[in-house]
């Protein structure tokens, strides 16, 4: 992992790339950092046992590039970068204002990313790399050679098709034949969310209720399932999949994290009474 955040500060930081203007609506964008990830993470599909980082380590950094949470992707230049951490280091000393507005300028957005990427580096390792075989000098000599055939190439699903239903309802099928019978998912199915189709259902799974006009439907970000608005009532973060402001979620997935926002935990007897009391009803 040090590696690679080596790589990303040598070869793209200290190269010179203009990430505030690349990444951001200015005439200059392109989005060429996000295709050498996606380059980075074909390989780890050719050669899956070769990097100690995962597919998670990859979509935070695609992620984060957008969220200008971290110094690291905020300016063009190390001028531009260094100029702002004076300004902000300068607004921290002065002297002006409440202990409160001196700690807003020592936010994250002064720490570079892998502050936060190598402090967790459990939810990012690779379980199939080995580190004391791959740095065997015998290793260390032997080049990774990729097959850049399209018949081997593929679309990074868990970054761009998160929520296509044309290209992703049969995984979403899959995920449910494999529950009903106390499968584990797959490894591909654990930190993406599929959305079911909005013609697979015409009642809710929660109350049984049928989907009209003035009853709509409203998709579950936890599970993906259709639910009416009663029944999908509830606001919360799921940063497991990088939503870290409060979203849409049943009241399944609200009771079992037993964290809803502004409520609280509520029972499962205090669920069904409170669907009991639904208008239609």
Known sequence: MEGFAVLIEKDWIGFGHKFKDRLG??????????????????????????????????????????????????????????????????ANTSGSGSEINKHRYTSARELPIWSLLLANRAIYSNPRYNQEREMNPEKLKKMLLPIPSV????????????????????????????????LPSLPSERNTIMWEPDNWSTTCHDCGN??????????????????????????MALPQLELYTPVRVCERC????????????????????????????
């Not at 780890?44 to 597919?55: A, C, I, L, S």
């Not at 695609?62 to 063009?76: K, R």
């Not at 003035?214 to 606001?235: D, E, V």
């Not at 409520?263 to 669907?275: D, E, M, P, S, V």
Request: aromatic share 14%; net charge positive.
């Open 210 to 235: 049928n989907f009209t006009w003035y009853i709509r439907r409203h998709h579950c970000r936890a599970c993906g399932r259709l639910f009416c608005h009663r029944c999908s009532s509830q606001n």
């Open 254 to 281: 609200a009771d079992s994290q037993g964290k809803v926002v502004g409520q609280g935990f509520r029972t499962k007897a205090a669920t069904q009474q409170r669907r009991k009391n639904t208008w239609w009803n």
């Open 151 to 182: 018949k081997v190439l593929q679309i990074w699903t868990g970054m761009y098709l998160k929520y296509d239903e044309s290209l992703i309802g049969h995984i979403f099928r899959r995920s449910e034949q494999r529950a009903a019978h106390d």
């Open 25 to 90: 609506e200015s005439h200059e964008g392109s989005p060429v950092f996000h295709q050498f990830l996606d380059c980075v993470w074909q390989l780890t599909e050719q050669f899956p046992d070769k990097f100690q980082f995962n597919e998670r380590f990859l979509k935070h950094i695609s992620t984060h590039c957008q969220t200008n949470w971290f110094s690291t992707f905020i300016c063009n230049s190390d001028k531009e970068r260094k100029e702002r951490m004076m300004t902000m280091k300068a």
